[in-house]
């Protein structure tokens, strides 16, 4: 049943909710001049949304991810479709700025957390071949919202004030992600566990999720995760700084991101083909020590087309490894957990993405150069890359046979 072309589906569905859930939350930057211009609110205050916006998912990354386990995926995904959109449009109608932070950082990153582990743990359930090119696909899907819906918010707030644009993109991630969302099935596997009464742990002879949270192989997965998105963090947030210090004019300077990006989407298709050939495990291995060495090399460049060169590697690399988590802990935990492990694999990475804000700014405000950022920012994935190196599979359980009658 895990081969049904349904499957594809789940892939489809998972994409389209995960660009369309980071593109609304990612609004923010886009709007951001637009708002304080508006408002008079400083703009430290209103980027401050963003940072309270991906500590709320740290924390709730793993309660949402429980959730899915518990009652599946559907209802999670489906609340928190309406959730985001309501948000949007309580956010365009905000009067004080700390109303704003609270609609806009608690809630919509809140509720985007309910996206992101719920699907990647549902589609590690319904692949059991090409497990890592499926979880690459719905996180590529997530990594296009720069190049779609950043341009369209772009655009709609070229013509129509801040406070309409959100309302309208409220309206649209309503109409695309409640119908997607209602497309999300359990695994079959799960199914058929939930229909039979003797499919417990017990049963199976599979670990307890007690066991499971406190295995060295989760706890390597989150602390592996924190270091490889503490690593990227500061390069993704301060590099478009770095170059403007450097000389190099700011609408040139910002393609500079934009070619991360487009080198990501084939660096998530290329690592998950890989995985699926190789293992998941000694792509990630790989990649992180590649990552902590594409870092370094921002030090190095001055020019554009050099810099061009470093974050299309850098970019390749850094989002290509990321969906190989969700598959390395579907090869390890069992399936009725997915969403509780991805859940805390995902806090830890959004709380490692919340150190470089602020660890760049401080670096450069001491430093007056971004130099130590990149050579902080090798070490945290040099860090990354020993720790996955201690993650040992987990030994899987045979189910124990029944004692024959005696005669």
């Not at 569905?13 to 990612?26: K, N, P, Y």
């Not at 087309?305 to 290509?320: D, L, Q, R, T």
């Not at 430093?367 to 993650?391: E, P």
Request: hydrophobic share 55%; proline share 6%.
């Amino acid at each position: 049943m895990t081969n049904s072309s349904y499957r594809w589906v789940i892939v489809a569905a998972g994409g389209t909710l995960g660009c369309v859930a980071i593109g609304g939350m990612f609004s923010l930057p886009v709007l951001l001049q637009p708002i304080a211009h508006d408002t008079g609110w400083s703009v430290t205050g209103i980027s401050s949304a963003m940072t309270i916006g991906f500590l709320a998912m740290a924390f709730s990354s793993m309660i949402w991810g429980t959730l899915s386990d518990r009652i599946g995926p559907l209802p999670v995904v489906l609340t928190g479709s309406i959730v985001i959109a309501l948000s949007l449009a309580l956010a365009s109608m905000a009067t004080s700025l700390i109303a704003f932070q609270f609609i806009f950082g608690l809630m919509v990153g809140g509720a985007t957390a309910a996206i992101f582990a719920p699907m990647m743990a549902t589609v590690t359930g319904w692949f059991d071949t090409h497990r890592s090119l499926a979880v690459s696909l719905v996180s590529a899907g997530m990594g296009i919202a720069p190049m779609t819906m950043a341009p369209m918010v772009a655009w709609l707030v070229s013509h129509h004030d801040w406070r309409t644009s959100m309302q309208i993109v409220a309206g649209i991630v309503a109409a695309i992600m409640i119908p997607a969302s209602l497309l999300v099935r359990r695994p079959p596997a799960l199914q058929a566990a939930a229909a039979s009464p003797a499919g417990g742990p017990a049963a199976s002879g599979e670990m307890s999720m007690a066991q499971a949270l406190r295995s060295p192989q989760f706890i390597i997965l989150l602390a592996t995760n924190f270091f490889c998105c503490a690593t990227h963090s500061g390069p993704i947030i301060h590099t478009v700084s770095y170059a403007v210090s450097c000389g190099i004019p700011l609408a040139a300077a910002v393609t500079i991101y934009s070619m991360e990006g487009f080198a990501g989407l084939f660096g998530r298709i290329g690592f998950g083909l890989l995985g699926d050939r190789f293992g998941a495990k000694r792509v990630l291995v790989f990649g992180l020590l590649a990552q902590a060495f594409g870092a370094l090399g921002y030090v190095f460049v001055r020019e554009l087309a050099a810099f061009y060169a470093v974050a299309a590697v850098f970019g390749f690399i850094y989002a290509g490894t990321m969906p190989l988590y969700a598959a390395l802990a579907r090869d390890n935990f069992p399936l009725r957990m997915m969403g509780t492990v991805i859940g805390g694999t995902a806090m830890a990475g959004s709380l490692g993405m919340a150190t470089g804000p602020l660890a760049g700014g401080l670096i450069y405000d001491t430093f007056a150069s971004y130099a130590w950022l990149y050579i902080g920012s090798c070490i945290m994935g040099l860090g990354a890359f020993l720790i996955i190196m201690n993650f040992k599979p987990i030994p899987k359980v045979e189910p124990q046979q029944p004692m024959p009658a005696p005669a």
